[in-house]
């Protein structure tokens, strides 16, 4: 396994280190975050719950997001992106969430925010971080990348 592959390995034994739980709010990938951080085992020792939060409704009604924020900055911003994580781990009562939210594609871009643009928040113990990023490939490419990325994000975060 190359270092890649073992990223949801060491979050999991952090967090058991720690004895932290973690959540995720996701949009554009759809569980794919949470899925991955399953395949380990023992995750049930850290993980409870999660949140897929595709529609603007779902994300103010599970995880809080204020509705200004949406109206205001788009559900694909860094501000949303922000209380997503904060909104989860608040939700699910843990110490750590990771949130995306952004463009797959191929539709449903624009100029001022293209396919491919993911706002990734991390929420440790009180403090909150936040990415821009931009991805390219096809829609699972763009998936998937999110993916590692947040998984990568939330890793740092807890170091």
């Known amino acids: 396994m190359t270092d890649e592959n073992q990223i949801e390995e060491k979050i999991v034994a952090r967090l ?3 004895g932290w739980q973690v959540t995720c709010a996701e949009s554009c990938t759809g ?5 991955t951080l399953v395949n380990v085992a023992g995750v ?3 993980f409870m719950e999660s949140y ?4 603007n409704a ?9 509705e200004e924020t949406l109206k205001t ?18 939700s699910a ?13 191929p539709d449903g871009g624009t100029p ?13 113990n009180g403090r909150t971080w936040v990415t821009e990023n931009h991805f390219t490939g096809n829609r699972m490419e763009i998936r998937r990348k999110t993916t590692q990325a947040a998984l990568t994000l939330l890793y740092d975060c807890l170091i």
């Open 16 to 18: 058991k280190e720690k």
């Open 31 to 35: 569980g794919m975050i949470a899925s």
């Open 44 to 46: 049930s020792d850290v």
């Open 52 to 55: 897929v939060t595709y529609a």
């Open 58 to 66: 779902s994300k103010h009604k599970l995880i809080g997001v204020r």
């Open 73 to 90: 900055w788009g559900a694909v911003s860094r501000q949303v992106a922000e209380q997503m994580a904060q909104g989860a781990a608040k």
């Open 93 to 105: 009562s843990a110490q750590a969430a990771v949130a995306v939210t952004g463009i797959a594609g």
């Open 112 to 124: 001022e925010k293209p396919v491919g643009l993911v706002y990734i928040g991390c929420f440790v």
